[in-house]
């Protein structure tokens, strides 16, 4: 895989690593990296740069699918590291996580902006030095009375996972319209109130 600016898209989601935490809300951007693997027909097996890494094509442009395998809060050396070995620029960046601010099953696309308290991708901003990167959110809901923590940490309840299974179908089918037609175009299609558009 070599860098040629434009031409490769580096598509990162967030989670924690190990089975304890495979199935938890914290780590829906992982399946949808899972999900884009089987979609580009790779996998994300390859261990390098504390990650791992699976590689494929869509739309005339390679694809690099990262899953940092380091703990949720240490993610951003992860995406340093690979950002600086394929000399990739910002605008050929997308992080992939979970939100407590969206209600279970909405997914947000954004050019930019802060964390908002996620301390992954807070670790990414801080490892990369800006905000100007995109990234997509998925809605996990909020905690109500239980400890954030253990909220994130824990799994789905059975009336939530229907929406987010479908969160995580559609959240790889905005990350491939990123890929073929940018990130405009992918929040006009999918920054929508409306499931079906």
Same mark, same amino acid.
């Given at each position: #895989? ?5 031409? *490769?898209?580096? !598509? ?10 495979? $199935?938890?809300?914290? &780590? ?8 884009? %693997? ?19 094509? #869509? ?13 949720? &809060? ?10 600086? #070995?394929?000399? %990739?620029?910002? /605008? ?7 939100? *407590? ?9 954004? +050019? ?20 100007? #990167? ?12 239980? $400890? +954030? ?5 824990? @799994?789905? +309840? ?20 990123? !890929? ?7 929040? /006009?299609?999918? &920054?929508?109130?409306? @499931?079906? /558009?």
């Amino acid at each position: #895989f070599e860098a040629m600016a434009g031409y *490769m898209k580096i !598509v990162v989601g967030l989670g924690n690593p190990g089975d304890k935490y495979a $199935d938890t809300r914290h &780590n829906v951007g992982f399946k949808v990296i899972d999900t884009l %693997a089987e979609a580009l027909k790779t996998d994300v097996r390859k261990r390098k740069f504390g990650a791992r890494v699976g590689f494929g094509e #869509f739309a005339d442009k390679k694809v690099i699918l990262l899953k940092p395998w380091q703990y949720m &809060n240490r993610s951003g050396q992860v995406v340093a590291t690979v950002m600086g #070995f394929y000399k %990739a620029g910002l /605008n050929d960046l997308l992080i992939v996580l979970d939100d *407590m601010a969206l209600e279970p099953g909405r997914i947000r696309i954004r +050019a930019k902006g802060s964390s908002g308290g996620h301390k992954g991708l807070a670790d990414i901003i801080e490892k990369l030095g800006t905000e100007s #990167f995109s990234r997509l959110r998925i809605g996990i809901g909020q905690s109500g009375k239980e $400890d +954030a923590v253990d909220f994130v940490l824990d @799994k789905p +309840a059975k009336t939530e996972r229907l929406a987010l299974g479908e969160a995580i179908e559609r959240s790889q089918e905005a990350v491939l319209c990123w !890929v073929e037609q940018g990130i405009e175009a992918a929040m /006009n299609k999918y &920054n929508t109130d409306k @499931k079906e /558009n």
